[in-house]
Nanobody, 119 residues
């Protein structure tokens, strides 16, 4: 089972940028599709972006399309989320998650990293 550790969260003002990273260990990273999720207080967890095992295919939530970019470096066992033009509504705990090659669900999760955007 792969273990995931996020980093890079913090506090920024509206319009700022942050880059999240999620380091994986304990498994063959390239066997996992990866996703970034977020959960704001009082709201359900939502998928922000995901990326295929090879990194060729990506998908984004409509609310972040054009502002966020997901990428991965399989040599470094790391997935990234570049977040630009941040808005207060992006404030949430961000989680990375891994989905196995033959799985339809994300089964491995990181501990989360807080992102706070102030107006």
């Amino acid at each position: 089972q792969v273990q995931l550790v996020e980093s890079g969260g913090g506090s920024v003002q509206t319009g700022g940028s942050l880059r999240l990273a999620c380091a994986a260990s304990g498994g063959t990273f390239s066997n996992y599709a990866m996703g970034w999720f977020r959960q704001a207080p009082g709201k359900e967890r939502e998928l922000v972006a995901d990326i295929s095992r090879s990194g060729i295919s990506t998908n984004y939530a409509g609310s972040v399309e054009g502002r966020f970019t997901i990428s991965r470096d399989n040599a470094k066992n790391t997935v990234y989320l570049q977040m630009n033009r941040l808005k207060p509504e992006d404030t949430a705990v961000y989680y990375c998650a891994a989905r196995g090659k033959f799985s339809l669900t994300y089964s491995n999760w990181g501990q989360g990293t807080q992102v706070t955007v102030s107006s």
